[in-house]
């Protein structure tokens, strides 16, 4: 009955069409969900987004839950999880792609989870990275640790065009900064971010730890762009 009334004062409203949410429901209605378009990348290898790494840097796997188009159902739930401080479609995304992750015998052998960092200036204006959640969620899903204190973003760097995304890795790179690497040694790690574009900011991000004696990486992401 509490629950009722705390519905009617604060309605739980799908992020997608705005209907109000069932007690079963969570983020998105039901009829919502089952029009998210779906990867399934996590059963196939030799995938979409493993294929962006491709003689950039040794990835072991490589997986997105949802496909990513302009002006869809996909885009809004990152603009609300990134900029509107929906924090819980982070966790409903790592739930979801952690239960899938953790049927899969590629993933089960993960031993820490590690999110695309963000510089402090940015995180004290957003007040969050919208990765954590996800990353901890999946993280739990594989008995993974998670860690954010390995992998520290030292500059701040601005938005770049496309072409600088692809040219300009190396310059993402010289922005990161690796804190107690003995931490990660020797462990698999799943790098996990909200969207694969270029792969520029994650390719960076996956040379700098393997620059950690005898680590080996696999990346997980909420969405690929088409």
């Given at each position: 009955m509490f629950h009722d009334f705390l519905?009617?004062?604060?309605?739980?409203?799908?992020?997608?069409?705005?209907?109000?949410?069932?007690?079963?429901?969570?983020?998105?209605?039901?009829?919502?969900?089952?029009?998210?378009?779906?990867?399934?990348?996590?059963?196939?290898?030799?995938?979409?987004?493993?294929k962006v790494f491709y003689?950039?840097?040794?990835?072991?796997?490589?997986?997105?839950?949802?496909?990513?188009?302009?002006?869809?159902?996909?885009?809004?739930?990152?603009?609300?999880?990134?900029?509107?401080?929906?924090?819980?479609?982070?966790?409903?995304?790592g739930r979801w792609l952690g239960a899938e992750l953790s049927e899969s015998e590629k993933f089960t052998g993960?031993?820490?989870?590690?999110?695309?960092?963000?510089?402090?200036?940015?995180?004290?204006?957003r007040g969050y990275n919208q990765v954590t959640r996800f990353g901890q969620e999946i993280a739990h899903s594989l008995n993974a640790e998670f860690s954010e204190e390995i992998l520290i973003k030292t500059t701040a760097t601005k938005t770049q065009t496309l072409k600088d995304r692809i040219s300009r890795w190396g310059k993402i790179e010289e922005t990161l900064h690796l804190e107690q690497p003995h931490k990660a040694e020797g462990k698999h790690i799943l790098l996990v971010d909200d969207l694969v574009t270029t792969g520029a900011t994650l390719e960076a991000c996956a040379h700098k730890l393997l620059e950690i004696p005898k680590t080996s990486i696999?990346?997980?992401?909420?969405?690929?762009?088409?």
């Open positions: 519905n009617l004062l604060y309605p739980r409203l799908c992020y997608i069409c705005g209907t109000d949410l069932l007690k079963n429901e969570q983020v998105v209605c039901t009829s919502c969900l089952h029009d998210l378009p779906v990867t399934n990348y996590h059963l196939d290898n030799d995938n979409p987004v493993k003689g950039r840097v040794p990835i072991v796997y490589a997986t997105a839950l949802l496909h990513f188009r302009k002006k869809a159902a996909v885009q809004q739930l990152i603009h609300e999880l990134k900029y509107r401080g929906k924090e819980e479609i982070g966790v409903f995304f993960v031993d820490l989870v590690i999110p695309v960092p963000l510089h402090p200036s940015k995180l004290k204006e696999s990346i997980a992401t909420m969405a690929i762009t088409d």
